[in-house]
């Protein structure tokens, strides 16, 4: 008769490894993380970002620790300072200078 593995954990002097977490069903952010893109898991990783985003801009003390003059601290923290004002306006006029530059063609 062979011990369980928790037996043999504990003759060992060791702690018995958790429980694995079951599968994330679709509708979870985890299932989303792990490749699945069906509508479902889409829906619940678009709530959870726009919480995280609102979480972020409701939180001035997150914004210290961001770098003013950058275009990500305009996006991502909702600082509207002129720094970065002026630093999205021109990552957005890069964007855009990329974008047209591959709609010209590559001739």
């Known amino acids: 008769m062979s011990a369980s593995y928790d037996d043999l954990m504990a003759?060992?002097?060791l702690e018995?490894?958790?429980?694995?977490?079951p599968p994330a069903a679709h509708g979870d952010r985890r299932r989303y993380q792990r490749g699945c893109r069906c509508d479902e898991c889409r829906e619940a990783n678009r709530l959870y970002k726009a919480?995280?985003?609102a979480k972020r801009r409701s939180d001035p003390s997150l914004l210290g620790r961001a770098t003013h003059g950058k275009?990500?601290?305009?996006r991502q923290y909702?600082?509207?300072?002129?720094?970065?004002r002026t630093a999205n306006s021109a990552d957005v006029a890069a964007?855009?200078?990329r974008r047209r530059e591959r709609a010209g063609g590559g001739s």
Do not use: F, N, Q
């Not at 018995?16 to 977490?21: D, E, I, T």
């Not at 275009?71 to 305009?74: E, L, Q």
């Not at 909702?78 to 970065?84: K, M, V």
């Open 16 to 21: 018995p490894s958790a429980p694995k977490r």
């Open 95 to 97: 964007w855009r200078a």
């Open 78 to 84: 909702g600082c509207r300072c002129d720094e970065c």
């Open 71 to 74: 275009a990500s601290t305009y």
């Open 11 to 13: 003759s060992l002097g």
């Open 51 to 53: 919480s995280w985003r």
